[in-house]
Nanobody, 120 residues
Framework: QVQLVESGGGLVQPGGSLRLSCAAS????????MGWYRQAPGKERELVAVITSAGSTNYADSVKGHFTISRDNVKKTVTLQMNSLKPEDTAVYYC??????????????WGQGTQVTVSS
């Protein structure tokens, strides 16, 4: 059984910062891409940032320059540092990972989601 557990969401004022973390656990053989998605009320889920196992990153245009994604391959964690937050960043943020288990089954897994609210 594979689990992704997120932490770090909350309420922050515009211009503030939050740091989201996601830890993968279970019978994991390897992890390929890890990323963060978000879904605002009434909108579709969208990609925020993704990082490959080699450390290459890709960001949504809306967050370039103020969000940073990183990962620790040994600890099996991915982190999203969010700076200069805006009200439009308000959403439920989901961790996502492309994982191969020891049974050699490969699929994308999702975390349970963590709420980020940017408001004064």
């Amino acid at each position: 059984q594979v689990q992704l557990v997120e932490s770090g969401g909350g309420l922050v004022q515009p211009g503030g910062s939050l740091r989201l973390s996601c830890a993968a656990s279970g019978r994991i053989f390897s992890i390929n891409d890890m990323g963060w998605y978000r879904q605002a009320p009434g909108k579709e889920r969208e990609l925020v940032a993704v990082i490959t196992s080699a450390g290459s990153t890709n960001y949504a245009d809306s967050v370039k320059g103020h969000f940073t994604i990183s990962r620790d391959n040994v600890k099996k964690t991915v982190t999203l540092q969010m700076n200069s937050l805006k009200p439009e960043d308000t959403a439920v943020y989901y961790c996502n990972a492309d994982i191969t288990t020891f049974s050699r089954l490969r699929k994308y897994y999702w975390g349970q989601g963590t709420q980020v609210t940017v408001s004064s």
